[in-house]
């Protein structure tokens, strides 16, 4: 069983819409969490940091329970560009710097 | 900075041929990682180093399959003998301890035939 786990999609979407991507972890020792995004063909950069009280940037919402082990990211108001891979990544206690990533979720978002 | 640079970005290569890999980190970055990606198994953690030394190699799938970085700018993945198994398309990443976020290259696609 993978350490991470992420719902793949594909998530087609129309612009404009709502759109949110459900993560789970089973290391409950993990300290650190992200939002990496990446597009065809390239490399995955980060996108946002995930923290336990929350946090917003612009129209991306990240959202933490660790009691769940459960991490969520909400994109509001979809723009065609937010269409890519979004990638669930985790940093076990143990794995010093080491970043655990899910298999990713793709969203298409179409006019 | 030019970012992390990796080296050949596509490599086509006959089943049991040597393959090597190359990356450059950023300067001043004392993690550096290897991460192999697949549609079927997403991105995997092969090894990583801190200041140069392998920290955990866990992720190394076999023998075949070895990782140096002999000095702070400088590390190689090195298949040998190559499998039609090991295309995939092969990330080198860097970050500096304490700091949150790891910085990927552009990838080198591997095509094992």
């Known amino acids: 069983r993978k350490e991470v786990e992420q719902d793949p999609g594909p998530f087609n979407v129309p612009e404009g819409a709502t759109v949110a991507f459900n993560c789970t972890y089973s290391?409950?020792?993990?300290?650190?969490f992200f939002w990496y995004r990446q597009d065809c063909r390239k490399e995955p950069k980060l996108l946002m940091s995930?923290?336990?009280s929350g946090n917003e940037d612009g129209r991306f919402t990240a959202q933490l329970n660790r009691a769940s082990q459960y991490i969520s990211l909400l994109i509001r108001d979809s723009k065609l560009s937010d269409s890519a891979t979004y990638l669930c990544?985790?940093?076990?206690?143990?794995?010093?710097?080491?970043?655990?990533f899910g298999k990713g979720t793709s969203l298409l978002v179409t006019p | 900075d030019a970012g992390v640079i990796q080296s050949p970005r596509h490599e086509v290569t006959e089943m049991g041929q040597e393959v090597t890999l190359r990356c450059k980190p950023i300067?001043?970055?004392?993690?550096l990682f290897w991460y192999r990606q697949t549609m079927m198994r997403g991105l995997e953690l092969l090894i990583y180093?801190?200041?140069?030394?392998?920290?955990?190699d866990s992720g190394m799938p076999e023998d075949r399959f070895s990782a140096k970085m002999p000095n702070a700018s400088f590390s190689t993945l090195k298949i040998q003998p190559s499998e039609p198994r090991d295309s995939a398309v092969y990330f080198c990443?860097?970050?500096?301890?304490?700091?949150?976020?790891?910085?990927f290259g552009q990838g080198t696609r591997l095509t094992v035939v």
């Open positions: 300067s001043g970055h004392d993690y």
């Open positions: 995930v923290y336990s």
């Open positions: 990544v985790v940093n076990p206690l143990n794995s010093g710097y080491a970043l655990n």
């Open positions: 990443a860097s970050r500096i301890r304490g700091n949150t976020e790891a910085f």
């Open positions: 290391n409950s020792a993990s300290q650190s």
């Open positions: 180093f801190n200041n140069n030394v392998p920290i955990d």
